[in-house]
């Protein structure tokens, strides 16, 4: 049974920086992409970034340049180093499987608040 738990969510201050964290279970996560997702308060979910098994990234346009997705394959694990954070970058962070895209997310995600 796949699993998915989030953490490493905060407040943080503008400017400062955060690692998230999502602890996998039940599927190689060696073989499949990921992906981060998030929700603004009040939008729709809204893509972050995607890894592919081979290691090779993509990253929506906000994010670029700021956020850093990886993986350890040994912990099980896929992280997103968050950097120059924005207020606007408070959101709840999901990560799910798949590269691309905002459906089939299971996780119960963690809260990311940018505040001074």
């Known amino acids: 049974q796949v699993q998915l738990v989030e953490s490493g969510g905060g407040l943080a201050q503008p400017g400062g920086s955060l690692r998230l964290s999502c602890a996998t279970s039940?599927?190689?996560?060696?073989?499949?992409?990921m992906r981060w997702v998030r929700q603004v308060p009040g939008k729709g979910l809204e893509w972050v970034s995607g890894?592919?098994?081979?290691?090779?990234?993509r990253y929506a346009e906000f994010a670029k340049g700021r956020f850093t997705i990886s993986r350890d394959n040994a912990k099980k694990t896929l992280y997103l180093q968050m950097n120059s954070l924005k207020v606007e970058d408070t959101a709840r962070y999901y990560c799910?499987?798949?590269?691309?895209?905002?459906?089939?997310?299971r996780g119960q995600g963690t809260q990311v608040t940018v505040s001074s």
């Open positions: 799910a499987l798949g590269i691309f895209g905002t459906e089939n997310i």
């Open positions: 039940g599927f190689f996560l060696s073989a499949t992409g």
């Open positions: 890894i592919f098994s081979d290691g090779s990234t």
